[in-house]
């Protein structure tokens, strides 16, 4: 940026309030986040009776992910989960904040490696990363804090575009931003450098080959993943891991 340096956490502040409006105009984005949660619930492990499972929902945004854990877990009929999401963005969080939360929910301004450096080794269940790792510098770092915090059969579950090795997909994302998510954030006075950059950042991101990669290097086994119908096909996907039983 012309004389000053942008930052991602600041651009987030900037799209805070009308976040949620704007990934509603993104087709299945809801739903897509209500799958990845359901992988996180169903691949949680047993916990001793009266012990709440511990979730970590990291890069929590606006709440969207916290609230598909939530609900994921309730249809499952799990009970009640101890659940922290964090985000960078204190803009973000505090949209999150005023939303409605049960006992159990914290919502806290943190970078997400750091508020892994900050747990115990094998003292959390399960954590969502939706839209989390293909926005931080130390994606390595990122997995394998995860793989140190996970109790023995807890699960990973990062839900990101990814559209490396596939020229179909990279030519579908190119189109949709350039003539339609690009177009409209100016449209609507919206912060077009951060739309720009979610091209970019997607299109230089790991392939699903890579983020697979990266889970399995960290010690995580039954390493899997999925993307989703329709035009998002190998664009959008679901990739689930377990720290060793």
Request: proline share 5%; glycine share 10%.
């Amino acid at each position: 940026m012309t004389g000053h340096e942008w930052v991602l956490a600041d651009a987030f502040d900037r799209a805070a309030p009308t976040y949620d409006a704007m990934v509603a105009l993104s087709p299945g984005y809801h739903g897509q986040l209500r799958t990845a949660a359901e992988a996180l619930v169903d691949g949680l492990p047993s916990r001793a009776a009266g012990s709440d499972p511990v979730v970590l929902d990291l890069g929590c945004g606006s709440g969207a992910s916290t609230r598909a854990v939530l609900d994921a877990a309730r249809a499952a009929g799990r009970g009640d989960l101890d659940v922290t999401g964090v985000d960078a963005s204190a803009g973000m969080v505090a949209e999150a904040r005023r939303k409605d939360w049960p006992a159990g929910v914290r919502l806290v301004v943190d970078d997400a490696l750091a508020h892994l450096r900050s747990l115990p080794d094998r003292s959390v269940d399960g954590v969502l990363g939706a839209y989390l790792l293909r926005n931080v510098p130390d994606r390595d770092g990122i997995v394998q804090e995860v793989a140190r915090v996970l109790r023995p059969g807890g699960v990973l579950v990062l839900h990101d575009y990814s559209v490396a090795g596939s020229l179909r997909a990279r030519a579908i994302w190119a189109a949709v931003c350039h003539t339609v998510i690009i177009p409209l954030a100016v449209v609507k006075g919206s912060d077009v450098p951060l739309h720009r950059y979610l091209y970019r950042s997607v299109r230089d991101f790991d392939s699903v080959e890579g983020i697979c990669r990266r889970l399995q290097t960290s010690g995580l086994v039954a390493v899997r993943h999925r993307s989703y119908p329709g035009w998002q096909d190998g664009i959008v996907h679901t990739v689930v891991g377990h720290a060793p039983s």
